[in-house]
């Protein structure tokens, strides 16, 4: 078994910052890419970043220069930290993860979510 958890979510003022966390814990062999989603209500899970196992990254357009997602590997663990916080970034937060759990056997595994809102 296989679970991410994350923590770090909240209320914050227009401007301000969070960090998200997100641990994986379980049977693991090994983590390829780890990334953050959301959704906000009404809308669509969107993706906000990712990162490989080698530390490349990427984006949405909307947090780019704002958000900036990290890893260490050696705890299974994937952050967000997220500065300048806008409003339109409230919105459920979710982690991802492919996690093989063999040499031949992977999957891809989602964390419950943490409430991120942005409101002064």
């Known amino acids: 078994q296989v679970q991410l958890v994350e923590s770090g979510g909240g209320l914050v003022q227009p401007g301000g910052s969070l960090r998200l966390s997100c641990a994986a814990s379980?049977?693991?062999?090994?983590?390829?890419?780890m990334r953050w989603y959301r959704q906000a209500p009404g809308k669509q899970r969107e993706l906000v970043a990712g990162v490989t196992s080698v530390g490349i990254t990427n984006y949405a357009d909307s947090v780019k220069g704002r958000f900036t997602i990290s890893r260490d590997n050696a705890k299974n663990t994937v952050f967000l930290q997220m500065n300048s916080l806008k409003p339109e970034d409230t919105a459920v937060y979710y982690c991802n993860a492919q996690i093989r759990t063999t040499a031949v056997s992977r999957g891809d595994y989602w964390g419950q979510g943490t409430q991120v809102t942005v409101s002064s």
């Open positions: 379980g049977r693991i062999f090994s983590i390829n890419a």
